[in-house]
């Protein structure tokens, strides 16, 4: 029974600092309709 719960405890940690990641240090990548005055973004 400990085995698994240090397993969910990892998955939950691994799966958290990947959406941390991906929200705030994940370079997006440009897309081909932005330009300069519209993103796309709203």
């Given amino acids: ?17 990947f959406y941390l990641i991906r929200k705030f240090l994940w370079k997006p990548r440009k897309s081909k309709g932005c330009d300069a005055g519209d993103c796309n973004c709203h």
Wanted: no cysteine.
């Fill in 1 to 17: 029974m400990e085995f698994w719960q240090h397993l969910l405890a990892y998955l939950i940690l691994a799966g958290a600092v």
